[in-house]
């Protein structure tokens, strides 16, 4: 089944205790992206990715990180958590390319965050 | 630069009643358009969506939505709510010309009453 998976689904943490939220996606989609969700602003792009090892800042980047050193996986990390990173995260990704600009986004599950 | 704007961060509508959800959007090239549709405790999934062609496209669940280029808008509408319909809804651009990221609306929560 095409799918994109984020774990945890849940996640309570404290200030400063690096995590790590994983997405993997077994559809060998070029684009992958992070957001985040919070009443009233809707959905936030963290950062992008259209291809292994390119990465680009979206909306919100600040106290977060990505990498893509393999196509599937699109992990995002939060190395020093704050309370203003509580939030809903959902990963999200698409076939890349002027061919695939109209089809949609697949998204994961989310993943809600608690920093305390 | 592309933008999207939800008129209404809530709609409320009884059950049997008609929906309409309004997006507008700005894009210096002809927009992809999309509508996804998010029940509670899930991710969001495409209910809708317009490329090229016909202006009034159809989506699951009875919804439709018309793009109208003259109006910059793309509302999303049903003739009779049910009460399964009570989710949070984006509206989403993609510009056609250029590195197809889309952006998002803010976001319009349908509540239905019986």
């Known amino acids: 089944e095409a799918q994109v998976t984020q774990n945890p689904r849940y996640l309570i943490t404290v200030t400063g205790k690096k995590l790590t939220v994983t997405c993997s996606q077994n559809m060998n989609h070029e684009y992958m992206s992070w957001y985040r969700q919070d009443p009233g602003l809707g959905l936030r792009q963290i950062y992008y990715?259209?291809?292994?090892?390119?990465?680009d800042k979206g909306d919100v980047p600040e106290g977060y990180k990505v990498s893509r050193k393999e196509k599937r996986n699109f992990p995002l990390i939060l190395e020093s958590p704050s309370p203003n990173q509580t939030s809903l995260y959902f990963c999200?990704?698409?076939?890349?390319?002027?061919?695939?600009?109209?089809?949609?986004?697949?998204f994961g599950s989310g993943t809600q965050l608690s920093v305390l | 630069a592309q933008s999207v704007t939800q008129l209404g961060s809530h709609v409320s509508v009884s059950e049997g009643a008609l929906v309409l959800l309004r997006c507008n959007y700005s894009?210096?090239?002809?927009?992809?358009l999309f509508w996804y549709v998010q029940y509670p405790n899930q991710g969001l999934q495409l209910l809708l969506k317009?490329?090229?062609?016909?202006?009034l496209v159809k989506g699951i669940n009875g919804f439709e939505a018309e793009f109208k280029k003259s109006e910059t808008s793309f509302h999303l509408t049903k003739p009779s709510a049910h009460m399964s319909d009570a989710a949070e809804y984006f509206c989403?651009?993609?510009?056609?010309?250029?590195?197809?990221?889309?952006?998002f609306g803010r976001g319009t929560s349908l509540i239905v009453h019986p």
């Open positions: 989403a651009v993609t510009d056609s010309g250029g590195s197809y990221i889309p952006t």
């Open positions: 894009s210096s090239v002809p927009p992809y």
């Open positions: 999200a990704s698409r076939p890349q390319g002027a061919q695939w600009g109209n089809e949609k986004l697949f």
């Open positions: 990715s259209m291809n292994v090892e390119v990465t």
């Open positions: 317009y490329t090229t062609g016909a202006t």
